[in-house]
């Protein structure tokens, strides 16, 4: 389905920065120039979304939406929203390769609160402005003017989640509320910044688009119990009339959790989205084609069949499966929406019916070199790949490939070693390389058709760089590069490699 091509998996929040986070600012540009010197045509992120307790970006207030800390601070001086000294009161002069999230949050979030005064300053007297703010406006309206809404509430009620607001709020009852000026004015910041954070991303991906990259953006299948979403669509999701979620999603014990994962999220109501002609997810992924080149979806079994809990229950061992969409909501999707160019996260135990699914679909599934070398042949051996797959060194769920390696007991460390072996001199390439490069060059002559590695593995960081460990809630998202990734020598050996096996 597509063609060769290979690329590195970071997310936003890890590019360098002088102000704590990762932005759409200067780093991203000139990352993007990294790839393209590198000869590497795809930039995997994660979920762009506002996150919220634990910083996860696969628990967003919004499917839509996008997270203010990923807006440029420096573009907001360049437009003269605001001025050079408030840009010095944002700096973090040493993150020490860790994004704290509470002071970046307190910081940035007064940077463009008071920008947002000055934007609003600028819109009475600027027509083009205006006009350009009402077209964003516009566009997003299935979307914008909710979140918006629910943001402000959130503030008002002191940031609890909706399903604890009072009863009429919680229910969307809204018919005789009026906001205070206060409200409004909150109400207008969640605007601006959703309008600056679209207008910059558009511009770093048209950016990336013409330097030849390609972005793979990330969606995960379930959205927040406390999200504008199911605070708008509580029809679409398994709840009780008095918004109390009933079920909820996790997976089922296994041999890395003996109580199985409780995800949290509100499990969907699959009858009644399928009455409603799909328009939910038909409306989210319209709007995640115009925002990446592809799409991957987290947790494809999840349409065959997913894990349904009682919303009450402390672990995940008493669940049952239940069946999802299946084919025709894929059919029908590609009918409204024509070709979607996804790539689906078929991890973990798979049945054959889910595997049945995928191929029916044609969407290409994922392979994870780090799961490979077990006691058994498996599908995670590079000689069993297939062209319509994804291959990766190891996900945002994995270890780095360095650490991953250092943890190795001794047999699996020697199946490892001797199975590269075999396969770098089969193609004449030096097998006494460090773990992460073996890693790289046998992915790269693979048959897959992308291929894609963590920054942390073109780096050689161990595992004190790793994004997120499953199950847990702190300490994760949190790896930052401290500093520029430019370096002539790791660009001319990942175009070398690129160039030869014709990435």
Not at 4 to 21: A, C, F, V
Not at 370 to 376: M, N, P
Not at 402 to 408: D, F
């Amino acid at each position: 389905m597509y063609d060769r091509k290979s690329g590195i998996l970071m997310h936003i929040s890890s590019l360098p920065s002088d102000y704590g986070i990762g932005d759409f600012g200067k780093s991203a540009y000139n990352f993007i120039d990294f790839l393209n010197k590198s000869g590497q045509k795809l930039w995997q992120i994660l979920p762009l979304g506002p996150t919220g307790y634990g910083n996860s970006p696969y628990q967003c207030y919004s499917a839509f939406a996008g997270n203010y800390l990923f807006i440029d601070p420096e573009n907001i001086v360049n437009e003269g929203y605001l001025n050079v000294h408030d840009l010095d009161k944002i700096k973090i002069q040493n993150n020490k390769g860790k994004v704290d999230y509470s002071v970046v949050n307190i910081k940035k979030g007064a940077f463009f609160k008071k920008a947002s005064v000055s934007f609003y300053k600028r819109l009475k007297e600027d027509n083009k402005l205006q006009k350009d703010l009402d077209k964003f406006k516009l566009e997003n309206n299935f979307w914008l003017g909710n979140y918006c809404l629910f943001m402000t509430f959130r503030e008002k009620f002191n940031y609890l989640p909706w399903t604890k607001w009072p009863k009429k709020y919680k229910l969307r009852k809204l018919h005789n509320i009026e906001l205070s000026e206060e409200e409004k004015e909150i109400f207008k910041y969640h605007e601006f910044i959703q309008y600056v954070f679209f207008k910059q991303w558009f511009s770093l991906k048209e950016f990336a688009n013409n330097h030849g990259v390609k972005i793979i953006g990330d969606i995960p299948i379930f959205v927040a119990t406390d999200s504008a979403d199911t605070w708008e669509n509580k029809k679409f999701f398994q709840f009780t009339k008095s918004a109390k979620a009933k079920n909820i999603a996790g997976c089922p014990p296994d041999y890395f959790s003996k109580k199985g994962q409780l995800w949290g999220n509100v499990l969907y109501d699959w009858k009644a989205i399928e009455k409603d002609k799909y328009k939910w997810w038909i409306k989210r992924l319209y709007f995640s084609k115009q925002l990446y080149d592809y799409i991957r979806i987290d947790h494809f079994r999840g349409f065959e069949s997913y894990w349904s809990v009682r919303a009450r229950r402390k672990d995940a061992i008493k669940g049952k499966w239940e069946k999802g969409p299946g084919l025709k909501f894929f059919k029908f999707l590609e009918k409204k929406l024509g070709t979607l160019p996804l790539i689906m996260e078929d991890l973990g135990y798979l049945t054959p019916r889910v595997k049945k699914l995928l191929e029916k679909c044609k969407y290409p599934g994922m392979r994870v070199l780090q799961f490979a070398f077990g006691s058994q042949e498996n599908e995670y051996l590079p000689h069993n790949y297939i062209e319509n797959c994804v291959a990766y060194s190891g996900t945002h769920d994995n270890d780095t490939t360095v650490g991953w390696y250092e943890s190795l007991d001794s047999n699996t460390k020697y199946r490892c070693d001797e199975y590269l072996k075999t396969w770098l001199l089969s193609i004449n390439r030096n097998y006494w390389n460090p773990i992460n490069w073996r890693f790289i060059e046998t992915l790269w002559s693979s048959k897959a058709n992308f291929v894609i590695v963590q920054m942390q593995d073109i780096l050689g960081l161990d595992f004190k760089s790793r994004m997120n460990i499953p199950g847990t809630s702190i300490g994760n998202w949190q790896w930052s590069m401290e500093k520029d990734f430019k370096n002539a020598e790791i660009e001319n050996r990942l175009m070398e490699i690129s160039k030869i096996f014709n990435r």
